[in-house]
């Protein structure tokens, strides 16, 4: 009975439906986190009667047929990038940006990632880093002397140094966005690396034209609606009961055929 497999396959899209669900109420309190979102395509027909075949010699032909669905399979789990609220944290290394764009960072490996995560520090170097210890480009060293550090919607970095009145500016953050930021590949970490369907990464300083602008002492929280996962949990979990039901059912008509005499 073909209803088995179909409905097998549909126990493992809300399978995978939860998993998704999951992630997201798991990363309700992640800095800069985006929700995901599970998408579903139907499988392949089978043809008892194809449409739009012949059914007599005068021509006429059937126009409807008879097709019968095999089941659904995951197509796209994708990455609502919705701006999350912003968090006030006072703390003057936390920035937020608020609009597009995304913080560079350089890897150990001589990588370039990309974060929404602007939980950042100093190094003993005195450069920008994120709370793994990576420099956030391009790289800013703030002095050991500097009594206050002060960061514009620009992204200007100005610092102001023991015995002087007048900020120096000592670098400006960057921005990099992407023509498809929802094709960029998550490593985990609060960190996504560029790939093909993400496109090359454009650079620029904030509140450039397309490119949001930067929030000292705010952070940028979760996107996650928790109402709105634990609605689309419970739908989860109803689909995939109809869809084990469906197993029980085509298992007890198999049951009633055996038992034939």
Not at 21 to 39: H, L, V
Not at 172 to 193: K, M, R, S, Y
Not at 238 to 246: F, G, I, L, T
């Amino acid at each position: 009975m073909r209803s088995l497999d179909i409905a097998g396959t549909g126990m493992q899209a809300q399978q995978t439906n939860v998993e998704v669900i999951s992630n997201n109420i798991a990363n309700m309190t992640t800095t800069g986190f985006k929700r995901r979102r599970a998408e579903f395509q139907d499988l392949i027909y089978q043809n008892l009667r194809r449409v739009g075949s012949s059914s007599s010699d005068n021509g006429s032909v059937l126009p409807a047929g008879a097709q019968v669905g095999l089941g659904v399979k995951t197509a796209a789990i994708y990455r609502i990038s919705e701006q999350g609220n912003l968090q006030q944290t006072s703390n003057s290394l936390d920035l937020a940006v608020q609009g597009n764009g995304y913080f560079q960072v350089l890897l150990p490996s001589g990588e370039t990632a990309y974060t929404r995560d602007g939980t950042f520090g100093l190094s003993p170097a005195g450069e920008i880093v994120t709370a793994d210890g990576y420099v956030v480009q391009p790289g800013i060293t703030i002095p050991s002397n500097a009594a206050n550090v002060t960061i514009n919607p620009a992204g200007v970095v100005q610092v102001t140094v023991s015995g002087q009145t007048v900020p120096q500016t000592v670098g400006t953050l960057q921005l990099a966005i992407f023509p498809n930021e929802a094709g960029l590949d998550a490593q985990g970490d609060n960190l996504f690396v560029q790939s093909a369907a993400s496109g090359n990464a454009v650079t620029g300083n904030p509140g450039l034209p397309g490119f949001g602008t930067v929030m000292q002492g705010f952070i940028e929280t979760s996107n996650v609606n928790v109402v709105s996962e634990i609605t689309s949990l419970i739908t989860a979990q109803r689909a995939y009961e109809m869809n084990s039901r469906v197993i029980t059912t085509s298992d007890q008509m198999l049951s009633t055929l055996t038992n034939l005499r």
